[in-house]
């Protein structure tokens, strides 16, 4: 009778840590983050992994992010990979989506957005998830970044920029959105791709330039294929990226955590990914300087166009999105404020 008594017990025990180890393995949420850039690119290695490594620690294991070596799907597809639940965490740029959903996002392509990525990024940040209201252009997802990478430079292997005239004829690789329209407007040829196939259509003379930071020319190996590289203050262009979760996986993850994870995130992350960013455009530009590509800066006379053809774009923006209630021009000029251009 004893034995069978201690036997029960053991038998109750064991039913009863199963039960505690089942339940303990419920409560842990696994996340599959899509990475299309290079493995090794300075944004992976010191933002997203990080960030990734960031979740576990402040979630006590609850929540664990698993950063893909192999993309999903193709950069533009990435949001709405997201958003359909094919991918758990996502990133990319606003302007690969070709639709009109993250019209106010536009604020952080303009011209004259910030020489510096941490200061950039949080002012975009600030802005567009604050009086812009990010979060309702993000239908189906958690917005947890919002980050804009150094400032945009307008590189070619065709010649030196010394007036409007000379973008004349240039085939241009663009990100979408501003920049596109702002290099037709000076004259160029723009063509649409992935910062993937950047090193392809330039090796074989397809395009004749592109619109990149300065760590791009390293991260894709594009140091041999460029001859000039010109500058404007605050760039001639930056691009808008977000990092967002699939909603209803967000909302399986207890209170506790997603306040946890909030705080690693937003204004956090857009420093953690915009000190990447600074530290590889600082390392970059000692191999361009290797490699012999001229840096300089735009001559006056086309700054000067440049920001004519600035003002177009920003005003009619401002004008598209005040019918929605936003204030576009009071929203740039704090943007530009918090990230201390001054042109």
């Known amino acids: 009778m004893k034995i069978k008594t201690k036997m029960l017990a053991l038998l109750a025990g064991a039913a009863f840590t199963a039960t ?18 290079p493995p090794r690119h300075p944004i992976v290695v010191g933002a997203i992994k990080p960030w990734a490594k960031q979740v576990e620690e ?36 606003h302007s690969f989506t070709t639709d009109d959903r993250f019209s106010r996002s536009r604020i952080g392509q303009f011209s004259f957005i910030g020489d510096d990525a941490v200061s950039g990024s949080k002012a975009f940040w600030n802005v567009y998830s604050g009086p812009l209201e990010a979060q ?26 010394e007036k409007t005239e000379d973008f004349a004829g240039l085939k241009v690789r663009v990100p979408g959105g501003y920049v596109s329209e702002l290099l037709t407007d000076l004259g160029a040829t723009t063509l649409f791709m992935s910062s993937t196939e950047v090193y392809e259509k330039l090796s074989r003379g397809v395009i004749d330039g592109v619109t990149f930071t300065y760590e791009a020319l390293t991260a894709f190996k594009l140091t041999d294929d460029i001859k000039y590289s ?62 012999g590509i001229e840096i300089y800066d735009a001559p006056d006379g086309v700054l000067a166009d440049i920001k004519t053809l600035a003002a177009k774009h920003e005003a009619a923006w401002a004008e598209a999105i005040s019918g929605d209630g936003y204030d576009g021009v009071a929203a740039l000029e704090e943007l530009r404020k918090q990230s201390g251009v001054d042109y």
């Open 58 to 93: 402040v979630t006590e294991g609850r929540v664990t992010v698993r950063v893909l070596a192999k993309p999903m799907g193709p950069p533009p597809a990435h949001y709405d990979m997201a958003a359909d639940g094919i991918a758990d965490i996502t990133y990319g740029l």
């Open 136 to 161: 309702k252009e993000h239908e189906g997802v958690k917005l947890l970044g919002l980050f804009v990478h150094g400032p945009g430079i307008f590189h070619n292997n065709a010649r030196k920029i």
């Open 230 to 291: 010109m500058r404007v203050p605050g760039g001639i262009y930056n691009t808008t990226w977000f990092m967002v979760m699939n909603e209803g996986k967000w909302n399986e993850i207890s209170e506790e955590d997603r306040a946890a994870i909030d705080a690693i995130s937003g204004e956090a992350f857009a420093e953690l990914v915009g000190t990447a960013w600074n530290d590889a455009d600082t390392k970059a530009l000692e191999a361009i300087d290797a490699a």
């Open 20 to 37: 505690s180890f089942a339940t303990l393995a419920s409560a842990e949420t696994q996340l599959a983050l899509s990475s299309w850039l």
